[in-house]
């Protein structure tokens, strides 16, 4: 008996040390700086290199303790104090893990994304990242093999019977799950100030040409600038939702799908009627941030601004009130269609806090960190059960919208064009901001579609 249990004895310490030997011999603590890692402005064609692997079951370390460093762009007004929300759920239920806020400062993380690029390219990826749903994370870090498969938290969770299923292939490819959605986000909101349209006897507008008309009548009152803009993010913002709403949903999507030529009569007219909006707009857009465009429709200096709904968690946060302060319709033209995007984190591959970094997707995953995160950002959770009654009026109403509208995605916060078909775009934009030439931008639209995206 006893030399029996003495046998199993010495099987059991050799078995350990050859688990050992071998967790040694696959490091996951330290990253590897490798070829792989690719700049993420420019991504290159990179093959898929393996066949999708099995999900591995790993459990979610319910001790991990360290530091997780999580990176994102959310700095500012509405957006740092839905961050924080989620921070605290963190903290509370991982009290042994320091939270390092990587956050960059940047509307859409225009700054953050370039940071973000230097440091994946250096070897020095930060345990978690804020990326989109849609192309920017499929067509950017997941092409570059940045990213780890997420597939065994969405089992250990039971994520998938309450993500959307609208959102699942966003965020998957081969298979495999990348990253942990926390919020829906609309993209196609006209914010108005509802006592200067009062004022002026003007209704909330519902197509192009009523808004268009509207903005005229304000102008003749002695209004210069009735629609608020800044920045050239949020001038590629209003773009998108103005080709949407002169093409509608189907051929919006066909856009990023190749069927719907850019060269054609319909964009043309979208972009003619972008070029009207843009008279309206402030001589001084290029130095103002989304926050400071926001502000000027709360303040009453502008009538207008089309911005995400972002713009409602920073309302909020300056203390303005619903239909008081600020009123919401969909982009005028867009009424039935819900243009999406969402905020979702990544796990790094070789993160330094690989552990700690699966203790903070699963609070971004949860019930608790969405419910607290969302009615502070001003977005609705991304899961479907969030409690409805912690949102408010605007809120409840995006959840209304997004169950029953057409959805579509976004241009600009990476969910319809990955990051160097966006970048083309954008340089021909920041052209024609300059020049106005509706030919000359229509070409090189139609150029990147071709060299970018699906065109041919
Ligand atoms: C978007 C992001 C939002 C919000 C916005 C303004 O790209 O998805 O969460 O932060 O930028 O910064």
Redesign the pocket.
Known sequence: MQKKSFVWSILAVVLVLTMALSACSTPTATPAPTAMEEPTTAPVEVEPTTAPEAPVATEAPTMASGQVEVFS??T?GG?AAGLEAMIKVFNAKYPDIEFINAAVA????TNARAVLATRLQAGQAPDSW?G?AGQELIGTYVKADQIEPLNFLYEENGWLDVMPETLIPLISDNGNIYSVPV?I?RANVLWYNPTVLQDNNIEVPTTLDEWFAAMDALKAAGMDAPLAMGEQWTAMHLFETIVLATLGPDKYNQLWTGELDWASADVTTAIENFNKALTYTNSDATSLT?QDASQLVVNGDAAFNVM?D?AEGYFKELGKVAHTDFGWTPVPGTQGTFQF???SFVLAKNAPDRDAAIAWLTVAGSKEGQDAFNPV?G?IPARSDGDRSLYDEYLQSAMDDWAKDVVVGSL???VVANDSWKSEIDTALGLFLGDKNVENFQSALTAACVSSGPCK
């Open positions: 762009w959310w500012g957006e940047g509307g859409a993380g804020q989109h919020n986000h989304w995400g972002w995007l969402s905020d950002k977005s600009t916060h990476g």
